[in-house]
């Protein structure tokens, strides 16, 4: 029973894989701190409740993911050079630490708990953060799951976008002013393309596996060498975007943003020129994941600084 237990609760935090989080703590912090400048003072407890909302969502995300992807021989086709920390999901059911029965309760456990959190939020602080979260829920829960299977189908990059971006930052800043402000909404437009490009460089390494399990996203369809200049566009997207937010908002401390740039184009000349090396090829994942944190960070401060 003890080792059964060890078991699960390795393969609970492997599929939770609390590193990622940041994905959605960013946009959140963000939203946070718009918050706080306006409002001057801010209930933490709400924060926090709404962070263990959006984590539990991130657990049950990654279980369907892991279900649907191990389900279809994804994950299966991976082979075992090109296993590394950016492939082949959270590796819990084909390292045998959870079942596909375990991953399926796992799922609806956490989405469940993550539904009531949002609908004991919207009864109680702010009703507009009920639908917000319902969108929210329902791309991340369909972003496998069939009949959708947004990831399948060339739409899981939008889906990831709107929630990681707009979505996002417009339910936090909702819940804590009581106001839907469409600002909030285009402020996590950076985002939304800093994060589809940590999605797009994470597909490199499982390209031959999407494609052989019928994964039909758009690096599959279009190809890796096309992929690069989709990869360099949505650089561009984000800090466009991010001269077009300080320009609209008149605070220029939004322009922190830009100071990634050198990095961003150091991270697209490393993936054109090692489209078949792998392991150099790696470099890139791991830079477009720092772009996304340190360009997170500095929006955090021009939010905090407005």
């Known amino acids: 029973m003890n080792r059964m237990n060890a078991r699960l609760w390795s393969g609970f935090w492997q599929l939770a894989d609390p590193k990622i989080w940041i994905a959605s703590t960013v946009p959140m912090l963000i939203a946070t701190a718009l918050a706080y400048n306006k409002e001057k003072s801010l209930d933490w407890g709400w924060v926090l409740l709404a962070l263990v909302g959006i984590y539990l969502i991130e657990i049950g995300k990654n279980a369907v993911n892991e279900f649907i992807d191990y389900w279809t021989g994804v994950d299966r086709y991976i082979a075992t050079d090109k296993r590394n920390p950016f492939s082949g999901g959270k590796k819990t059911i084909i390292d045998g630490k959870l079942s596909m029965l375990e991953t399926a309760i796992i799922a609806v456990i956490t989405l469940a708990l993550a539904f009531f959190i949002g609908l004991y939020i919207a009864l109680v602080r702010e009703p507009n953060v009920f639908w917000i979260g319902m969108i929210g829920g329902f791309l991340a829960v369909f972003y496998s799951l069939p009949p959708f299977k947004f990831n399948y189908n060339g739409l899981g990059e939008a889906a990831v976008g709107l929630s990681f971006g707009p979505l996002i930052v417009l339910?936090?800043?909702?819940?804590?002013?009581?106001?839907?402000?469409?600002?909030?909404?285009?402020?996590?437009?950076?985002?939304?393309?800093?994060?589809?490009?940590?999605?797009?460089?994470?597909?490199?390494?499982?390209?031959?596996?999407?494609?052989?399990?019928?994964?039909?996203?758009?690096?599959?369809?279009?190809?890796?060498?096309?992929?690069i200049k989709v990869y360099a566009w949505l650089y561009a997207g984000a800090?466009?975007?991010?001269?077009?937010?300080?320009?609209?908002?008149?605070?220029?401390?939004?322009?922190?943003?830009?100071?990634?740039?050198?990095?961003?184009?150091?991270a697209v000349r490393i993936a054109a020129l090692n489209l078949d090396n792998l392991p150099q090829f790696l470099t890139a994942n791991a830079r477009t994941v720092m772009i996304y944190q340190l360009t997170g960070a500095a929006m955090i401060a021009a939010a905090l600084l407005a």
Do not use: C, H
């Open 171 to 227: 339910g936090m800043y909702a819940m804590l002013t009581g106001e839907l402000d469409a600002n909030a909404a285009f402020i996590g437009l950076p985002l939304a393309f800093l994060i589809t490009a940590v999605l797009w460089i994470n597909q490199y390494p499982d390209y031959e596996a999407d494609m052989k399990g019928g994964k039909r996203n758009w690096l599959v369809r279009i190809g890796k060498a096309r992929g």
């Open 239 to 266: 800090y466009v975007s991010i001269a077009a937010v300080a320009l609209a908002s008149g605070n220029y401390y939004w322009l922190l943003g830009l100071l990634t740039i050198p990095i961003a184009v150091q």
